[in-house]
């Protein structure tokens, strides 16, 4: 089992010298005591470890993906920040790190294909949202950011960010890409374990802390979280010191499958104990992972109207062709409503939301008994309150749940 740690003073400057090659192994001893294991409540103490001490004196290059959340709630100031963030982020990288780029709504953008850091500077395109609508393939977009890793040996992270919620990879990885990315959790934490890839996840606002808490704890990567847009900048100035300041325990882990929570007790240079928590994944079965595809948005709607447009068939007819491919799945058509008018009224206009879906989904072979419409009102909103339009127009929705 190897655990990366960061060791900083109260200004957030890297301390070094506490572990070999740098410091001595008494040094070691006098500042990293132990560390403590549990697995589902059983507690193992360990003291039969090693620490070895890397920083930048001796730089290590990686391969980085940027997978970034263009979605219509990023319009505004956070887009500006994001932008603002990955500026600031080329410029902390070392010359010799490659990057690849991935921005995604309900489609997916390579941006720049992996290349060194001053190539993918250049083909990075700061435009804002301009090509970019509404829409979250966040499993997809990580998958295909893994695929842009593919061919690098080692060293291989995924930095994903994103302000919202996953509702649209089995869509454009079926459209797009036969299916052949991920568009579940467990499908894209088994992806990044195969290709040795670690996913660190970056959640601003109103998202699904849970699921990216697991994706980054089941590849051994890190979660952050902020809901204030000047800390994105604070949180990507601090992923490059993270990759070349830090020390590296390893020790012979418990061989139990699950979820490993870490304990590192130690002393600071001021006697005072200190104690550094975090989990890990062990095994490979990854059985504590929900298979069931997200909620994905397949239409939205003009304020105050049932009417279906045309451009939204297309990602109907994925559900359509999934269902009569497998006979024994069932889905849920959910209609949702913006915060306007009487909770009645939007009780009824977001089943007849969802109703006209359903007859879409029959008029393609489907069997009406294997499609439940359900209408929600503004019960379960993406965006609560609706600062800009594009919120308002994102809550007025059609979710498809499939259930295998």
């Known amino acids: 089992m190897g655990i990366y ?5 109260k200004y957030g400057n890297f301390i070094a010298n506490l572990a070999p090659p740098y410091g001595t192994e008494d040094v070691q001893r006098e500042y990293f005591k132990k560390v403590i294991e549990s697995i589902e409540g059983k507690v193992r103490e360990i003291t039969d470890f090693t620490v070895t001490e890397h920083h930048d004196y001796i730089p290590q290059n990686y391969n980085f993906s940027l997978v970034l959340d263009h979605s219509g709630s990023m319009v505004g100031e956070p887009i500006l920040q994001l932008e603002n963030s990955v500026r600031k982020y080329f410029n902390l990288i070392k010359d010799d790190d490659k990057v690849s780029v991935v921005k995604y709504d309900s489609y997916l953008h390579v941006e720049s294909p992996l290349a060194p850091k001053r190539i993918a500077m250049k083909n990075y395109v700061f435009d804002q949202l301009r090509r970019f609508g509404v ?12 695929n842009t890793l593919s061919d690098a040996d080692n060293n291989k992270i ?6 919202g919620w996953e509702n649209s990879s089995f869509i454009s990885s079926f459209i797009f890409y036969d299916l052949k990315l991920a568009f579940k959790p467990s499908h894209l934490i ?4 195969e290709m040795n890839t670690k996913i660190y996840t970056i959640g601003f606002g109103s998202v699904d802390e849970s699921l990216l808490k697991k994706l980054a704890t089941l590849t051994d990567g890190k979660y952050y979280y902020t809901n204030d847009g000047k800390e994105i900048e604070d949180i990507f100035e601090k992923l490059p010191r993270l990759f070349n300041n830090y020390y590296y325990i390893t020790y012979a882990p418990t061989e139990s499958e699950g979820i490993h929570e870490i304990a590192i007790e130690g002393v600071n240079k001021a006697g005072s104990k200190i104690n550094i928590k975090g989990e890990t994944y062990v095994g490979s079965k990854l059985n504590i992972m929900e298979q069931q595809i997200p909620p994905q948005t397949v239409a939205m709607f003009a304020f105050n109207s049932d009417a279906l447009d045309d451009e939204y068939l297309k990602f109907i007819k994925p559900f359509a062709n999934y269902l009569n491919k497998n006979p024994n799945a ?10 306007s008018g009487k909770e009645d009224v939007n009780k009824l206009l977001s089943l007849r939301r969802a109703q006209q879906v359903k007859r879409e989904l029959v008029k393609n072979g489907i069997s009406a008994n294997r499609v439940k419409a359900i209408g929600m009102g503004f019960s379960q909103p993406l965006h609560d309150p609706e600062i800009f339009e594009c919120h308002a127009q ?3 929705r059609v979710e498809i749940i499939i259930k295998d």
Do not use: P
């Open 5 to 9: 740690v960061s060791v900083k003073d």
């Open 135 to 146: 829409g979250t393939s966040l499993i997809a977009g990580g998958s295909l950011g893994i």
């Open 158 to 163: 995924v930095i994903l960010f994103t302000d």
């Open 190 to 193: 088994f992806q990044a374990r």
């Open 330 to 339: 069932t889905i849920e058509v959910i209609g949702h409503t913006d915060s």
């Open 394 to 396: 994102e809550n007025r």
